[in-house]
């Protein structure tokens, strides 16, 4: 599929990646200027545009594959995209402005966004090639999770964060005697303080889930397959499958073999431009003012921009406030911006433990900096507004931890 910009009228732009910020970028580029560029997409797994999000809802039973498609062969058609899927990219050459697929295709481009997104972690530990031993990204791990379940046993969970527990939550769901093996002290600290992740860890362990936190992996054993995980003080936890959720990577490899500018990963700017001007990027792989993200609400953010930019308008990314959700039925929990706390901040609390319902909001100089909640998170989007917008609530204050129903008198900015 030998091919150069200058045979057709229109400027090609070839998108590296045919995932969540791929082909949202796409979206958002065609919704302003559906007529400006011939579009190619590669993307490396053998299927069309899914969100990925809802992996974790297949795992559990929850959706299927077919419905967490975004986008069918009949919007490539239709939008006259070509996409090559199950092919990746293999090599970039910004000089003669061309990119290199696995299968041998050269294909030219005036202007490539790079959009890879991440690969999961593997901690380097023996015996991590075992088969049996994968990371929870694609369908593909899906598939051998739900192949592995399928004849029950034991599974370990490395990684107590998000995607750990929605993997350990599905597993189990499936059959499985799951384990989450967790190196901190808390679960999902990133996204928890103490309490909130006391009451979590509570109720998964009544849903039958093993949690061992400061749990250090010193090896995976096994002969030929997965038999168990081995900790550093030589517990062993038998498994036929071990997850491993621990992280995530941007996938520069390809940028970086072009020679574009990589720090924590792509470096682009305002209109996620890299270092070569004909090069943008978006997603997961990105570094922007020194953040990476791994949530998609940035994601469609940096999208939007940088379609803005393509379309000739002004408008850049300025960054992003994240907040997070945990997607395991039942149990209700809600995290946004910095819960550390800290001399100059201040609590509000409201505990309940017994009735399962925790709630703690972070002020600083009058304005929310974090949320935690659990067990009512039904006001999570109103703080979330709060602080983002960084809205004054001292005349709040006094009714704020109540949520948004009882605070109606809200002043202004
Ligand atoms: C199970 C799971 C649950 C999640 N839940 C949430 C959630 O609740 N909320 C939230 O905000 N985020 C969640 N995330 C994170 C979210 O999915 C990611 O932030 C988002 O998918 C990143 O988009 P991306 O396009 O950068 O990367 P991806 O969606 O991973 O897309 C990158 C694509 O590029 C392809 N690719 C890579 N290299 C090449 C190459 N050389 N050639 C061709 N193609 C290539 C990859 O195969 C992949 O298809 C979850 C992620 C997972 C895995």
Not at 205 to 227: F, H, K, M, Y
Not at 338 to 350: K, N, Q, S, T, Y
Not at 357 to 376: E, N
Request: hydrophobic share 45%.
């Amino acid at each position: 599929m030998a091919s150069t910009s200058s045979l057709h009228a229109k400027p090609h732009l070839v998108v590296i990646g045919n995932g969540m910020a791929g082909c949202r970028a796409v979206e958002e580029l065609l919704a302003r200027a559906p007529d400006l560029h011939r579009i190619t997409i590669f993307g490396a797994e053998p299927r069309v545009n899914y969100n990925r999000i809802m992996l974790s809802p297949v795992l559990a039973g929850e959706k299927s594959f077919d419905e967490i498609v975004i986008n069918d062969q009949r919007w490539y058609r239709d939008n006259h995209i070509a996409l090559v899927s199950g092919d990746s990219v293999v090599a970039i050459d910004r000089a003669a402005k061309t990119v290199t697929a696995r299968s041998g295709d050269v294909v030219g481009y005036d202007t490539l966004v790079i959009a890879t997104g991440s690969d999961p972690f593997i901690i380097p530990v023996p015996g991590r090639d075992l088969p049996g031993v994968i990371g929870f990204r694609d369908m593909n791990d899906v598939e051998s999770m739900l192949a592995a379940a399928a004849t029950g046993g034991e599974a370990v969970v490395i990684g107590g964060g998000l995607l750990g527990l929605e993997a350990a939550h599905g597993l189990s769901l499936r059959g499985m005697k799951v384990t989450v093996l967790h190196l901190m002290p808390i679960l999902m600290e990133r996204q928890l303080d103490g309490a909130a992740a006391s009451l979590l860890r509570s109720q998964l362990e009544a849903r039958g889930q093993i949690i061992l936190t400061g749990a250090d992996t010193a090896e995976i054993v096994g002969n030929g397959a997965v038999e168990g995980v081995r900790l550093k003080d030589d517990t062993i936890i038998p498994a036929k499958l071990v997850v491993m959720a621990v992280g995530i990577r941007p996938n520069v490899a390809l940028a970086r073999a072009a020679g574009l500018a990589i720090g924590r990963a792509i470096q682009v700017d305002d209109h996620m431009v890299t270092s070569d001007p004909s090069i943008l990027a978006v997603g997961e792989c990105v570094e922007h003012r020194g953040q990476v993200y791994g949530l998609v609400a940035p994601i469609w953010e940096m999208c939007r921009a940088l379609a803005e930019g393509l379309a000739g308008r002004r408008s850049g990314y300025a960054g992003s406030v994240t907040s997070t959700k945990l997607k395991v039925s039942g149990i209700d929990l809600f995290s946004a911006g910095d819960f550390a706390g800290g001399e100059d901040c201040e609590d509000i609390v409201l505990r309940d433990i017994a009735g399962g319902t925790y709630k703690r909001i972070i002020l600083k100089d009058d304005r929310i900096v974090g949320t935690v909640l659990y067990g009512d998170t039904a006001d999570g989007g109103w703080y979330f507004d709060l602080l983002r917008n960084r809205r004054d609530v001292s005349g709040l204050r006094d009714m704020l931890i109540f949520g948004k129903a009882y605070a109606p008198l809200e002043s202004p900015a």
